[in-house]
């Protein structure tokens, strides 16, 4: 059985490297493809089937007294190889540097077993390369990209919504206010300004603010906008952490005292 084992281990490992993909880490891991897993079933059972015929044959042929004078091992008969006894019967008229050639015919199942590759070699040829039924390497690498990239923004957006108005905090690096003023420039220039000195909407570089200055006032007002004035709600477009960056660089403009900045509006904070 521990020989059975081994071989068929063996055997996986012959179609172990089909693909491969790479992890979050970088790490290159092997990976099965469907033909590989049947390819390897299909060689496995072959090799354990044969091997159980062999020992149930030999089996009855000792029992049956018909090959009495077979002395070899079990690694003999599985290779098909003589006794060291009987080496000089399979010499052939060929040797070089005194070395001698032996006619040692290739075991069946070895045959067997090759031209079962063979046979698996030209099912996946036809399978991947000319009826496309399966993804090759590059296909399957670029449709995990795109898998991975909806991943990546279903988290970035369910983890964005982690973040609102109650939870909000004031930012202060240097890339994440950049991301804001990205933001802002693309969704709040027309009506703030570039600079947020005010256009149709009030100039948000004073002291004074119509709905509250703080972070978290602001950050509201983003989120739910002011339809009554005709500010948008953001929070359709926009998740929590793209609100906090654009809150942030917003609060990041008080006192800047851009030219053109729109009068006052509001109380003062």
């Not at 109650?166 to 420039?185: P, S």
């Amino acid at each position: 059985m521990k020989r059975i084992q081994f071989i068929a281990a063996m055997v996986l490992s012959t179609t172990a490297a089909i693909a491969q993909t790479t992890d979050n880490s970088g790490i290159a891991t092997i990976k099965f493809s469907t033909l590989a897993i049947w390819v390897s079933i299909i060689l496995v059972a072959l090799v354990v089937i044969l091997l159980y015929v062999n020992n149930k044959v030999n089996s009855a042929i000792k029992t049956a007294g018909l090959n009495a004078d077979d002395d070899r091992n079990f690694w003999e008969k599985l290779l098909n190889l003589e006794s060291i006894a009987k080496e000089k019967d399979l010499e052939l008229d060929h040797e070089f540097d005194g070395i001698k050639e032996l006619n040692n015919p290739i075991p069946f199942w070895f045959n067997l077993l090759f031209y079962g590759t063979v046979v698996a070699a030209f099912i996946y040829l036809m399978a991947y390369h000319v009826l496309n039924i399966g993804d090759l390497q590059h296909k399957e690498y670029e449709t995990e990209l795109v898998q991975a990239e909806i991943s990546k923004q279903a988290y970035i957006k369910k983890a964005g919504n982690l973040i609102d108005e109650n939870t909000v905090t004031e930012l202060t690096d240097k890339a994440k206010l950049d991301k804001g003023m990205e933001t802002f420039k693309a969704k709040c220039a027309v009506c703030h300004g570039d600079k947020g000195e005010g256009k149709v909407g009030p100039n948000l570089t004073d002291e004074y603010w119509l709905h509250g200055g703080d972070v978290k006032s602001v950050f509201k007002t983003i989120k739910y906008g002011v339809p009554s004035k005709g500010m948008v709600a953001w929070q359709n477009s926009l998740n929590g952490v793209q609100i906090q960056e654009v809150t942030s660089f917003i609060l990041s403009l008080k006192g800047t005292n851009p030219p053109g900045a729109k009068e006052p509006q509001g109380e003062k904070m």
